[in-house]
């Protein structure tokens, strides 16, 4: 459960329209611009902005800005020597840093990002971040920014606290979500049948529609017996009647029923959808994906034999710590082998190596 701040109920309103506007089913860009309103406003603050990066480490990185245009972003690059947010964020992920909490007033005006914010407008006289680690191992930095000499708070930062965890909920979800399309699309390519699909729901029991393919897996993941009255197998009813009596912060990491059977993952995505009028709708994205996908031979020739079980792994969708457990080798260790594959294979990342995969696999 999250520890909330002492909020007054207008700022609860608040707070509660931003994880909504987060967690609804649409692009991260849309999302990230559906929320600022109301982030902008309980913080409160004059921009926002969403920095995505591989891992920590990783020079490489993308801006996500809604709102106007933080031109001092688009030369980060230049600039990224010289942040001093990187550090502290990194070491304390989902802790909240003030500029006030790492230097002083003189300092920040003197700083290089402060000067270059006066060069290229908007001014940046005060910012705040915090970072948000990814189920998939990648990272989201967010940062507010103000534009006048008003110094974050540390109710401010208490605030923003309270949404980390449901904004890095959300990033992985939309991270997921786009790496399970370009996974779903290569295995379909792949096994040549389709393995998702969308049933609609209007509360309490009500379905609204179904893809044609939902009532295939629907009728292979469950018996007849497992069946609620209103046609929606009683395990995900229960959990849909158990997220809709939940408030925000107690849905985190409970929106999601994953089930492996054989050889195959059996996942469902809830998903509220917003309505006009009325109580709002679910989406239950359902989805069956194979738990591995071959490794080529042309790949596995390129591979040092050490580097095979790892990228093995990597297309059963292990993470470094499992490969790390299932090989009992260190963590350090994997993630030294899966750069060295990545480079030897020329993909860019996971998700690459499973197109790629799934490509070369499919019959000439």
């Known amino acids: 459960m999250v520890r909330l701040p002492k909020l007054t109920t207008a700022e609860y309103t608040i707070r509660d329209r931003a994880i909504r506007a987060f967690n609804k089913p649409r692009t991260l860009r849309e999302a990230l611009e559906a929320t600022r309103p109301h982030l902008l406003e309980v913080v409160p603050a004059d921009a926002v902005a969403l920095c995505l990066m591989p891992d920590t480490r990783s020079p490489v990185f993308e801006w996500l800005v809604p709102g106007h245009r933080l031109v001092i972003l688009e030369q980060y690059a230049e600039l990224i020597q010289h942040d001093p947010f990187r550090g ?6 989902h802790w909240v840093v003030r500029d006030s909490q790492l230097m002083s007033r003189k300092e920040f005006v003197g700083s290089l990002i ?8 908007p001014r940046l006289d ?12 990648r990272v989201a930095a967010l940062a507010l920014y103000r534009h006048r000499p008003r110094a974050f708070s540390a109710r401010n930062a208490d605030i923003l606290g309270s949404l980390t965890e449901h904004l890095a909920d959300a990033v992985s979800r939309y991270c997921d979500l786009e790496e399970l399309e370009i996974r779903a699309r290569t295995l379909e390519e ?3 049948r389709p393995n998702a699909a969308l049933l609609v729901v209007e509360p309490p029991h009500h379905e609204v529609m179904r893809t044609p393919n939902a009532a295939v897996l629907l009728e292979r993941w469950f018996n007849p017996s497992d069946l609620h009255s209103s046609g929606i197998p009683l395990p995900l009813q229960e959990q849909l009647d158990a997220l809709m009596r939940m408030t925000p912060d107690e849905r985190l990491g409970k929106d999601s029923w994953v089930r492996v059977h054989e050889e195959r993952y059996r996942k469902v995505q809830f998903m509220e959808l917003s309505a006009p009028e ?7 994205k359902l989805e069956e994906i194979p738990r591995s996908i071959p490794l080529p031979e042309e790949m596995k020739r390129k591979l040092r034999p050490k580097e095979i079980p790892v990228a093995m792994g990597m297309l059963r969708n292990w993470n470094d710590h499992q490969i790390a457990g299932e090989l009992k080798r260190s963590h350090h260790t994997v ?4 750069k060295n594959i990545f480079a030897r294979l020329g ?3 996971r998700a ?3 197109y790629q995969a799934a490509h070369l696999n499919i019959p000439v």
């Open 88 to 93: 502290p964020i990194f070491k304390r992920p």
């Open 114 to 121: 402060h000067q270059r914010s006066l060069e290229l407008g």
């Open 126 to 137: 005060h910012i705040m971040a915090v970072l948000l680690p990814t189920r998939s191992g």
């Open 190 to 192: 792949l096994y040549r």
């Open 278 to 284: 009325g109580p709002s709708k679910w989406a239950l």
């Open 335 to 338: 993630k030294t082998h899966v």
């Open 347 to 349: 993909v860019d990342n």
């Open 352 to 354: 690459d190596l499973l």
